[in-house]
Every structure is written in structure tokens, then in C-alpha cells.
């Protein structure tokens, strides 16, 4: 019993180092737009709370683009404010790196 609850321990600690990295990974490209598709992001953001048809259709309703990522490349600011005036509707929190807390809406 003790190998096996050694292992089993093991797999675990893996395990939570791997969700670590990826949301660490998720974090890091929100900070970065360059890295990563900030529609990947929002998406990465929204997906797991069943939220991403609501924001897409959120985003198609309140703006003129059919595409955040098209959004956020005419506006970075008014695409910030429409992320948070979503979150805020939902009572959730912004995804990481989406502050608008200077006024200046820039990520």
C-alpha cells in the first residue's frame, strides 16, 4: 500500500503542477496580447463559465464587429470596456489583464 499511495500521490502533485502552468500560461498571455489571440484569451476566459455565446452575441449586439479579435484590433479601449461592461453584467470578474481602472482601457 505505501508504493501505491506514493504514486498516487505523485500522479497528483503532477497533476496540479500541469493546471498550474496552463492557467499561469492563460495569465501570462492576457498580460501579453502579442503572444497569444486576445480571442483565445476572452475565449479561454468565458468558455468554462458557458459564457462565450453570451459575450459573443454580447459583442455582435453592441458593436459594429461580428469578431472580438477584429474588435480589439480597431479599438483596444472600447473593446476593454465592452469585456468589463459584460463581466459586470454577469457579476463576474474581468478576465486577468482587462483593467479599465485608469479610464484609459487599455490592457
Known amino acids: 500500500m505505501g508504493k501505491k499511495t506514493r504514486v498516487a500521490k505523485a500522479s497528483l502533485a503532477a497533476a496540479f503542477v500541469a493546471a498550474g502552468g496552463t492557467a499561469a500560461s ?6 501579453n496580447p502579442d503572444d497569444a489571440s486576445i480571442q ?3 475565449s479561454s476566459y468565458f468558455g468554462p463559465l458557458g459564457l462565450q455565446d453570451n459575450f459573443q452575441q454580447y459583442v455582435k449586439l ?3 464587429f461580428e469578431n472580438f479579435q477584429k ?6 479601449g472600447e473593446a476593454t470596456r465592452t469585456v468589463v461592461a459584460f463581466s459586470k453584467i454577469y457579476k463576474i470578474a474581468p478576465p486577468p489583464g482587462f483593467d479599465i481602472g485608469d479610464g484609459g482601457g487599455d490592457l
Open 40 to 42: 483565445g484569451v476572452v
Open 62 to 64: 453592441n458593436t459594429a
Open 71 to 76: 474588435f480589439w484590433k480597431f479599438s483596444p
Open 26 to 31: 492563460q495569465a501570462s498571455a492576457a498580460a
